[in-house]
Antibody, heavy 121, light 113 residues
């Protein structure tokens, strides 16, 4: 059974950093990429970026460049997202998702359960 | 970036009736050398992560009831739910995976009338 299990909810003050983990199982970790998509309260889906578990290559949506880092622990089949300089508008549910490579880009299946990050003083 | 615009933003359909959701792309997501449309549809129920229901614009994913179907090409796509059931209440999103950055439509909320 393919699963992505994320870490628990976090509450952070403005300016802090947060790490969210995504533990994968049920598939060959190094043959897929893991993407991160966030969803602000009551809002739609926003792609943030991804990491290739095979090459370690990362890619970022423009608005997050310089503020977010992806990393992968291959033996642990786990991917991490580190988001820095948190602002109130970073309050959202953060999802990891396995990317299905189509030769051009990816669609996502399955998704983790989501991690709520609340930025509040 | 490719912009996806869904319509309507919400719709209420009686049980057993048809629900139709549209997704219009700002540019073609159809690749002529690999003649398929690089578009997926997701269902997100309240409090849950999204789940893919349709890939390649019209391929129903494993475990998805056959009342769900997708169609369209180039820039105009449709998700149809025939004979709406109570468990289909959700927000539906389209996504283009034609190029980076991947983008999503704003979502369409489907409710029971």
């Amino acid at each position: 059974q393919i699963q992505l299990v994320q870490s628990e909810s976090e509450v952070k003050p403005p300016g802090a950093s947060v790490r969210v983990s995504c533990k994968t199982s049920g598939f060959v970790f190094t043959t897929y990429g893991v993407h991160w998509i966030r969803q602000a309260p009551g809002q739609g889906l926003e792609w943030m970026g991804w990491i290739s578990a095979y090459t370690g290559r990362t890619d970022y949506a423009r608005k997050f460049q310089g503020r977010v880092t992806w990393s992968a622990d291959t033996p642990a089949t786990t991917v991490y997202m580190d988001l820095r300089s948190l602002r109130s508008d970073d309050t959202a549910v953060y999802y990891c998702a396995r990317g299905i490579n189509t030769g051009r880009w990816h669609w996502f299946d399955p998704w983790g359960q989501g991690t709520l990050v609340t930025v509040s003083s | 970036d490719i912009v996806l615009t869904q319509s309507p933003d919400s719709l209420a359909v009686s049980l057993g009736e048809r629900a139709t959701i549209n997704c219009k792309s700002s540019q073609s997501v159809f690749h002529k050398s690999n003649p398929q449309a690089f578009l997926a549809w997701y269902q997100q129920k309240a409090g849950q992560p999204p789940r893919v229901v349709i890939s390649w614009a019209s391929t129903r994913e494993s475990g998805v009831p056959d009342r769900f179907s997708g169609s369209g090409s180039e820039t105009d796509f449709t998700l149809t739910i025939d004979s709406l059931q109570a468990e289909d209440v959700a927000v539906y999103y389209c996504q283009q995976f034609f190029e980076s950055p991947t983008t999503f439509g704003q979502g369409t909320r489907v409710e029971i009338k």
